[in-house]
């Protein structure tokens, strides 16, 4: 048997016609960058996130660089984030020519730690600290309320990178919705994924949105009138025809993923392996599926990987160890569970689309290896 991480022919299949006709509406109209579908897309996604303002833009890693910019972040700033966490959220801060200051995570549910944060922010000065990136990890939240209580006593702006977590609620509030600014990425491979890459901003803040909107068009309001150095970070319309499809279905597909993550931990209870914590603050919905196993984590993949199934390792190398980043001066040892993390955790496929008879496969295959 071969299972793939996530199967998008399957998770298309029963849509397609939709998704058909919805694209086929944009090419009628020629609206390809921003235009109606895109209109569209951000209103449905202020009435599912119950926000004031979202704003579609060209992918996740954008919406990031834009939320910064759009909350007065610049070049020299130091802006926190998570060591483990997808480059993006660090690769994004560094391209506006801010630095990234890392802090280690919790090591229970793999987001960004309040006792890191304040330790890093003893060198708030040092690193002309101005804003915080807590990374909702997995698709899960990290903790909202000590975030912003930190930000309120440093006098931070807090972006929420909500790339993975479109849909998770923190307290009854949708993720990426309680910071200045949060982040989404419409990644394919997201819970919500586009055909191609899309993101988004939102916020509920009205000068923060307004910037963000002129900043992801080339800084301008009226064409040719530049008010800022702009971008070109637009949505485009045939992504946005495709997610308004998709998100009719995204907590069905959550709910899904939900079940097979309970699936999961009933099967796995008994044995040496630590299931994914679920925050009492925050729903999960499982981007990823994560175990930790404290040995023979490669052991575990490999074998997995030999009888079909798609194990992986999100991330084998955290961000303060990454080539890229060594200017900033970190070394081995310095975020402890962030190392610890990369070593021993792996993914189970949690693709919505996983049959019974696959869920049964991949629980008895991990039982083999388990029990030698
Ligand atoms: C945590 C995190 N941040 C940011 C991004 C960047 O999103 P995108 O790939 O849409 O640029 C991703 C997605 O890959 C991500 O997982």
Known sequence: MRISAL??????APIRQELDMAIKDVIDSTSFILGK????FEENVMKYCRVKYA???????DAISLALLALGIKAGDGVICPAFTYYATAGAIASIGARPVFADIDSDTYCISLKSIEK???NKKKYKIKAIIPVHLYGQCSDMDGIMKLARKYNLKVVEDTAQAFGAEYK???????GNCGSVSFFPGKNLGAFGDAGMILTNNKAAAERARILRNQGNKTKYIHLMLGRNNRMDGMQAAALNVKLRYLDDWNKKRQELAQYYNNNLSLFAVKTPFVAEYSTHIYHQYVLRIARSRDGMMNYLQKKG?????????????????????????DFPESEKAARQTLTLPIDPCLTQKERRYISQSLKEFING
Do not use: E
Not at 37 to 40: H, R
Not at 172 to 178: D, L
């Open 7 to 12: 199967d998008l022919k399957r998770q298309i």
């Open 120 to 122: 890093v922010l003893k």
């Open 37 to 40: 579908a895109v209109n569209t």
């Open 309 to 333: 199934i798609d194990s992986r390792v999100f991330y084998p190398i955290p961000l303060h160890l990454q080539k890229c980043f060594r200017y900033l001066g970190y070394k081995r040892g």
């Open 172 to 178: 009854g509030r949708k993720a990426g919705t309680i």
């Open 55 to 61: 704003i579609g833009v060209s992918n996740g890693t």
